[in-house]
Each structure stands twice: as structure tokens, then as C-alpha cells.
């Protein structure tokens, strides 16, 4: 071949390819899978268009020491809806307790729910009404830094005026103490926690910063981060349960990102945690207070039927109705009332014997002092519990193996240490 038509070749071969390769690497940046990614600017090309202001400062020092912080807030729907760094961080009023000095400007280092309810009114309200708030952290602690006024209003005053359980700090964070405390108790109950500026609670434990996502918020590892182990395994009891098989088996057909306010059967053929008990669905409302939709107070030693509780159960049951029908649903509740009626008689049966031997004086005063105390308290707080939990959302093998049948060996062992400390006395 003449050289000069090798060359051409040559040329019209390299063009070709360097031509496909740039309208593939076009496609792939713009129409591409990768388009929607691509729309958004990177950390580096967002920085470089940064104006002089103090969020910017902000970002451009953060971006070097700790960089990770800028790339969760530039992931954040915040971001793209020009919400900025002091949007959440300037002090509000009554935040001079919190409000530190930082490179010449007054920055919150921790943000409380006041920062929030600026742009999410609602969402600061409901979360205020529910139980996640002020009494997890008084679950704890007792009323200790509580006012009455918030005794008042968080609903922590019994129908005599005075603090539930007369405001003592729980007696199990007693027992371990404060360091075990700080490093267990109080991180699953400082969804609660005390601010400084008197407010209560931290949206950071469901919508972990700086992503503050929606998405990551309606999966049941959120949840999970507290609600798992032996005294309240909602999580492994999803995970058994019929709903959690097929969101774990079908995940990534889920629309984890809708808005909230438009999920629909579409986006979740399946519930998790928050379909069931948060997310607005189908015609649903959503709240921030999860003890909206139950019936029941499951958590103590005897369950009882709270005070709204049957607007409790229909709210529930609405949600439920999205994909079954009601005599499937009454049937599912009906037999959890049975299982939950089985868990309250076993352990009322085991406080009478308690009690007989309190009234004997064969047990010391001091709480967890005594053997048959902890079996006692395994009795409700793990055992029962777990039976019903695994019976209101659908977990058989907590119904039984780790519920029921525990709770049977358990009262046999009770019968039998009461009657040997009677023996020996
Ligand atoms: C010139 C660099 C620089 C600038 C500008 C800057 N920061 Fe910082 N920031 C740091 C460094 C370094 C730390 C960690 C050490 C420290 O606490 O000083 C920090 C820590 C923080 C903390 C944690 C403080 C604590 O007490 O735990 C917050 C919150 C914070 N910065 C927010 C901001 C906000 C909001 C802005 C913008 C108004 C900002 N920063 C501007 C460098 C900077
Ligand atoms: C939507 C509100 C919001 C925005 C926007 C926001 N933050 Fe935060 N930030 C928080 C909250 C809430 C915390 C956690 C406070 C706590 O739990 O004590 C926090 C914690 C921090 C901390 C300390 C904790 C840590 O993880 O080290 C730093 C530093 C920080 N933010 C920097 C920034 C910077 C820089 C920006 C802007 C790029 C920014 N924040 C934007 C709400 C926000
Ligand atoms: C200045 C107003 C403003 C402040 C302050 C603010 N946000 Fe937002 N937030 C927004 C806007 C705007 C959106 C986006 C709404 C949309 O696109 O539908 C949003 C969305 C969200 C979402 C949903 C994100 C998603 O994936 O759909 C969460 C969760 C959220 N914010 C939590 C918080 C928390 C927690 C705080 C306080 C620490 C806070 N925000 C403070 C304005 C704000
Ligand atoms: C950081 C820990 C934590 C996370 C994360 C958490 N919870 Fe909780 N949750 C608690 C604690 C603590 C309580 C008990 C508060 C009390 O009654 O004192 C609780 C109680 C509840 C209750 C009972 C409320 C009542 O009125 O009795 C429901 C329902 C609930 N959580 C659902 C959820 C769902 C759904 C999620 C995830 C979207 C979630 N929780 C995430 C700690 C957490
Ligand atoms: C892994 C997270 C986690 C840890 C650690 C934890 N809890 Fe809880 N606690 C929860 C959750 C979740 C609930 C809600 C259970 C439910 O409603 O089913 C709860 C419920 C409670 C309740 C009943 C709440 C009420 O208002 O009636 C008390 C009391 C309590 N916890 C005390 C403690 C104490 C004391 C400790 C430490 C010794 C502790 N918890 C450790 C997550 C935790
Ligand atoms: C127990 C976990 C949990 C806590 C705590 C929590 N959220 Fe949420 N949040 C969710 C879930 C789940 C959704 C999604 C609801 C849905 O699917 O409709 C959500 C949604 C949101 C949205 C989006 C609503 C919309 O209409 O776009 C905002 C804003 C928000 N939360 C703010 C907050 C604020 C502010 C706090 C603290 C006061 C907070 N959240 C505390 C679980 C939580
Ligand atoms: C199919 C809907 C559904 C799903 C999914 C679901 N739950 Fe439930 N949950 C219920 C029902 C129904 C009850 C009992 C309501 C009542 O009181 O009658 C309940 C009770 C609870 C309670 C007990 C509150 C108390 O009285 O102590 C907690 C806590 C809870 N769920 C958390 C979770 C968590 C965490 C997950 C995910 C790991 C989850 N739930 C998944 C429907 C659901
Ligand atoms: C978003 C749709 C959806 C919602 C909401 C929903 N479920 Fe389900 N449910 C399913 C799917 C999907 C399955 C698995 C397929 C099947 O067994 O029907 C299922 C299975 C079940 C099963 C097991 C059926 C079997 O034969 O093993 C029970 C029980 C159940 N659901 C009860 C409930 C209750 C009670 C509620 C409300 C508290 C509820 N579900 C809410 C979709 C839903």
C-alpha cells in the first residue's frame, strides 16, 4: 500500500476512535447513567464558585479539615436548595448558652431542633409530641434538669401531679453506672436528650448528618441503630417477618427517594419501619410522632391499652389497608391481642410470687440485689416483650423461642428459687 493512503488510514482510524470514545464519554457525563450524578458540580468545582460570605468560609476551611462533612452536606438535598452551613449553624434566640465564638464568627457547634423549625414546623411539633423526644431522655435520667414546665409539657406527670415513677433515674442505669450509662443508655436515649437551649432531642440519629436524607431515614437499618437486642428486637423481628423478607430480597426495586408526601404501594410494595409507623402512604398522613398509629403501651411489665388507643389502632390499620384487606388485618391483630393477654397473666403470676417473698422479707431492698430479681425482670422486660412484639409484627420465632416458651421456663425457675429461699429461711 502507498504510505501516504497508510497514513490516511491510519488518521481516519485514530479520529474514529478518539470520536467514539468522546461521544461515549458524553453520553456517559450527560444522558448517560451517570447523567444525574454529573448534574451536580463536584466538591472542587462547587468550592471554586463560592462567594466571599461566611457559609462559604465555612465550606472552603471544612473542605480541608474534615472534608467528609462538605461531601454529605453537598449530597444533601440542603445543598441543592441553597440551604447553607449557618442556616443551621447562627445561634437563634436563646441560644446564647450554646453560641461559640469560631474565626470571628458565632457559630452552634450542635444544632437542636431550633434550627430547624424555621423551614420544618411540623416535623420539630410532632417529633416534640412523641415519646422519641423528652421522654427517652427522662426513661433514663429521671426528672433530674427537667423543669415542671416540661414535666408539663412532655406529658411526664402521672394523674397526680408528680413526676411517673417519681422521677428517679432508671434503676438499671444505677446498677451500671454512669460511664456504662454515657456509652449505652445514653446514646440510644439521646434521640431525647437535653439541649442547652432548653429544647429537647436530635434529628441527627434518624437523618445522620450532613446528608439528612429521607431516603436513608426510611430504612430499617435507621431504626435498627436502637430498636434491636434482647429487650426490644423490632428489628430482628422485621427481618423474620414476611415484609422484611421481600424489602430485603426486592430492595433495589424500591423508590427509597420519593418526596415525602407521595409514597404510594408504587414506591414500597412492602413496609418497613417508617411506611408503618411514620411515612405519609397512600392517603396516610405522615408524623413525626410514632406513637400516633399504636394501640398499645407493649414496653412495660403489663401492657396496657393507652388512652387513645383505639384511634390508634385505626390510624395503623389505614396504612395496613393499602395492601390487605380488613378481615386479613383483624385477624393478624387479634391473634397478637391473644398472644399479648398470654405474656401479661405469666407475668403477673411471676410479681405474685415476688411479691410473697417481699412480704416475707426474704428479699433484700436494694433493687437487682437478689438473684430472682434479674429473673424476674427477664421475665417481662425480655421475654414477654419479645412475645409480643413478635406477635404484633409478625415475628413467630420471637412469639415463642425467645418469648413464650422463655417465659414459661422462667416462671418454673421463679417457683423454684421462691420455694428453696423458703426452705432455707
Ligand atoms: C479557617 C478554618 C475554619 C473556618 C473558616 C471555619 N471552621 Fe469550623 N472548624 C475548623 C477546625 C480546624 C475545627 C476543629 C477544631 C476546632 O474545634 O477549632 C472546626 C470545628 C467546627 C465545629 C465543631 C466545633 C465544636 O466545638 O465541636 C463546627 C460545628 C464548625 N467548625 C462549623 C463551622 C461553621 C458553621 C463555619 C462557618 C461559619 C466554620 N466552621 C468555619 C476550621 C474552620
Ligand atoms: C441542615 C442543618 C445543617 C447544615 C446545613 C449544616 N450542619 Fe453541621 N451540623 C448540623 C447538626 C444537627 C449537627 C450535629 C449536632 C450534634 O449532634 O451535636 C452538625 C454538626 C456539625 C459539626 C460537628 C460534628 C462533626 O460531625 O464533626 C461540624 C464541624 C459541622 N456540623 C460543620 C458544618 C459545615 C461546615 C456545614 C456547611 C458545609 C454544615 N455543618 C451544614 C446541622 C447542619
Ligand atoms: C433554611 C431552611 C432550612 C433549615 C434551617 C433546615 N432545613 Fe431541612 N430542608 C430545607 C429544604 C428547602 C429542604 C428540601 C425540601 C424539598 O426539596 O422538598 C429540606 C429537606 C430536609 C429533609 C428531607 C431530605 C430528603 O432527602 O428529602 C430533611 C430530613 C431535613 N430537611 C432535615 C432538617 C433538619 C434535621 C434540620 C435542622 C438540623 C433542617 N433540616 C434545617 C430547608 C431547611
Ligand atoms: C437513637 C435511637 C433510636 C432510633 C434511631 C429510633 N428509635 Fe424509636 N425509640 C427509641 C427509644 C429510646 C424509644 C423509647 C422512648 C420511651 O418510651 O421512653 C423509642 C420508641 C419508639 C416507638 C414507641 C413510641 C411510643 O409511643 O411508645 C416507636 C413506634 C419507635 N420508636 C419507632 C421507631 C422507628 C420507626 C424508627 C426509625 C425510623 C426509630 N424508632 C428510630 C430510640 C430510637
Ligand atoms: C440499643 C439502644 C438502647 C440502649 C443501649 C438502651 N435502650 Fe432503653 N430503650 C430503647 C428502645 C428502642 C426502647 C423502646 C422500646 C419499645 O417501646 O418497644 C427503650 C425503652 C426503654 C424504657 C421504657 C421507656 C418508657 O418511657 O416507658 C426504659 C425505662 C429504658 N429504655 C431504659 C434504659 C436504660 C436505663 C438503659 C441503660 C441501662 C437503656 N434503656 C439502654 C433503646 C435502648
Ligand atoms: C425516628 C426517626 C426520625 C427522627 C428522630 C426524625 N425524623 Fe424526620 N423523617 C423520618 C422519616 C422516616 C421520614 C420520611 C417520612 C416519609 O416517608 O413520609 C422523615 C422525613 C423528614 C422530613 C421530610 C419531610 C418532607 O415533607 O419532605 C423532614 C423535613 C424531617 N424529617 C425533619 C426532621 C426533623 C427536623 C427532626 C427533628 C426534630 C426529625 N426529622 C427527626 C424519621 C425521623
Ligand atoms: C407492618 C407494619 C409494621 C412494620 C413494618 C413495623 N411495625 Fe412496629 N408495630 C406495628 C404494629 C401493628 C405494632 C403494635 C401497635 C399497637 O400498639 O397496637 C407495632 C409496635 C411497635 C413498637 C412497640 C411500641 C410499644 O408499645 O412499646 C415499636 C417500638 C415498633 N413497633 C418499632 C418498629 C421498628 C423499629 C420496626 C422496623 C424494624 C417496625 N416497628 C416495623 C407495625 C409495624
Ligand atoms: C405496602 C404494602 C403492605 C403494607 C402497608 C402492609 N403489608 Fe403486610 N404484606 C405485604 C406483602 C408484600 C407481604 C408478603 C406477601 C404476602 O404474604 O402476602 C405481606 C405479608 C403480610 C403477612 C404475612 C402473610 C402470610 O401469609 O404469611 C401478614 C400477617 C401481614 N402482611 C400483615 C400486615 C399488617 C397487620 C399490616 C399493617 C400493620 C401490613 N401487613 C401492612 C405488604 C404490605
Known amino acids: 500500500m502507498h504510505s501516504t493512503t497508510r497514513r490516511m488510514l491510519v ?17 456517559r457525563f450527560t444522558i448517560g447513567p451517570r447523567g444525574a450524578v454529573a448534574a451536580f458540580p463536584s466538591l472542587a468545582q462547587a468550592v471554586s464558585t463560592l462567594s466571599p460570605d461566611a457559609s462559604s468560609q465555612c465550606v472552603r476551611c471544612h473542605q480541608d479539615k474534615g472534608p467528609g462533612i462538605v461531601q454529605q452536606y453537598y449530597d444533601s438535598k440542603h445543598a441543592g436548595r441553597g440551604v447553607q452551613c449557618l442556616d443551621c449553624h447562627a445561634p437563634v434566640s436563646g441560644q446564647q448558652a450554646l453560641t461559640e465564638q469560631h474565626y470571628q464568627v458565632a457559630i452552634v457547634a450542635s444544632p437542636t431542633p431550633n434550627n430547624c423549625i424555621r423551614c420544618h414546623k411540623d416535623e420539630v411539633n410532632q417529633f416534640a409530641e412523641s415519646r422519641h423526644s423528652a421522654r427517652a431522655w427522662f426513661a433514663v435520667n429521671g426528672s433530674q434538669g427537667f423543669s415542671q414546665d416540661d414535666l408539663k409539657k412532655y406529658h411526664l406527670l402521672d394523674s397526680a401531679g408528680k413526676p411517673l415513677n417519681s422521677g428517679k433515674p432508671n434503676a438499671v442505669a444505677n446498677l451500671i453506672g454512669p460511664d456504662a450509662s454515657a456509652a449505652s443508655c445514653q446514646v440510644c436515649h439521646g434521640i431525647g436528650r437535653k439541649n442547652a437551649d432548653g429544647s429537647f432531642g436530635d434529628c441527627t440519629k434518624c437523618h445522620l448528618r450532613h446528608s439528612f436524607s429521607v431516603a436513608q431515614s426510611r430504612q430499617p437499618e435507621t431504626c435498627a ?3 434491636l437486642g434482647p429487650d426490644h428486637p423490632q428489628s430482628e423481628i422485621y427481618n423474620e417477618s414476611a415484609h422484611g423478607a421481600y424489602y430485603l430480597a426486592n430492595k433495589d426495586k424500591f423508590n427509597l427517594d420519593a418526596p415525602a408526601g407521595t409514597l404510594t404501594v408504587k414506591d414500597f ?5 417508617a411506611t408503618c409507623h411514620m411515612s405519609a402512604f397512600g392517603s396516610v398522613k405522615g408524623t413525626h410522632d410514632v406513637g400516633q398509629r399504636l394501640k398499645w403501651n407493649l414496653a412495660p411489665a403489663i401492657a396496657t391499652v393507652r388512652p387513645e388507643g383505639e384511634q390508634g389502632r385505626q390510624n395503623m390499620t389505614d396504612v395496613c389497608l393499602n395492601c390487605h384487606t380488613q378481615d386479613f388485618i383483624n385477624k393478624q391483630m387479634n391473634g397478637a391481642e391473644k398472644v399479648i393477654a398470654l405474656t401479661n397473666d405469666t407475668v403477673n403470676k411471676g410479681q405474685a410470687i415476688v411479691d410473697d417473698l417481699k412480704r416475707l422479707g426474704l428479699l433484700p431492698d436494694t433493687p437487682f440485689g437478689s438473684s430472682i430479681d434479674f429473673t424476674m425482670f427477664e421475665l417481662w422486660h425480655h421475654e414477654g416483650r419479645r412475645a409480643r412484639f413478635g406477635a404484633v409484627m409478625g415475628g413467630a420465632d420471637y412469639v415463642n423461642w425467645h418469648g413464650i416458651y422463655e417465659q414459661k421456663k422462667t416462671l418454673i425457675e421463679l417457683q423454684a428459687d421462691a420455694a428453696e429461699l423458703k426452705r432455707n429461711h
Request: glycine fraction near 8%; charged fraction near 0%; proline fraction near 8%.
Open 11 to 27: 488518521f481516519v482510524g485514530i479520529s474514529t476512535i478518539v470520536g467514539v470514545a468522546l461521544l461515549l464519554a458524553a453520553y
Open 225 to 227: 441503630q436502637c430498636h
Open 269 to 273: 410494595p412492602a413496609p418497613t419501619c
